[in-house]
């Protein structure tokens, strides 16, 4: 079992950067993507961005291309989301999971499971 830790969220004015962290511990998410979610007040979970083991592939939804990026440094058993260029509709908690299913990088909720407890960011206008 593998457990999550999301670290790094906070209040922001508009426009400005986050940097959330992911790490693992307990087992680590070797060979296994790792997805960012969000899910704001009154909302569902929605996907975020995802990245798969190596690192070589990674998707974004639409509403975040061009402004978060994800990473991860698997010797650290960590992975990171960077968030710029905030909006308020980014305010949410955000969490990260890792993927069911080995070397597939799912886009979706039911994909993923090793929940996270979340993180607050939260973007005043």
């Known amino acids: 079992q593998v457990q999550l830790v999301e670290s790094g969220g906070g209040l922001v004015q508009a426009g400005g950067s986050l940097r959330l962290s992911c790490a693992a511990s307990?087992?680590?998410?070797?060979?296994?993507?790792v997805g960012w979610f969000r899910q704001a007040p009154g909302k569902e979970r929605e996907f975020v961005a995802a990245i798969t083991w190596s690192g070589g592939s990674t998707s974004y939804a639409d509403s975040v291309k061009g402004r978060f990026t994800i990473s991860r440094d698997n010797a650290k058993n960590t992975v990171y989301l960077q968030l710029n260029s905030l909006k308020p509709e980014d305010t949410a908690v955000y969490y990260c999971?890792?993927?069911?299913?080995?070397?597939?990088?799912?886009?979706?909720?039911?994909?993923?499971?090793?929940w996270g407890q979340g993180t607050q960011v939260t973007v005043s206008s």
């Open positions: 307990g087992r680590t998410f070797s060979n296994y993507a």
């Open positions: 999971a890792t993927d069911r299913v080995r070397f597939r990088l799912g886009l979706v909720t039911n994909d993923y499971h090793n």
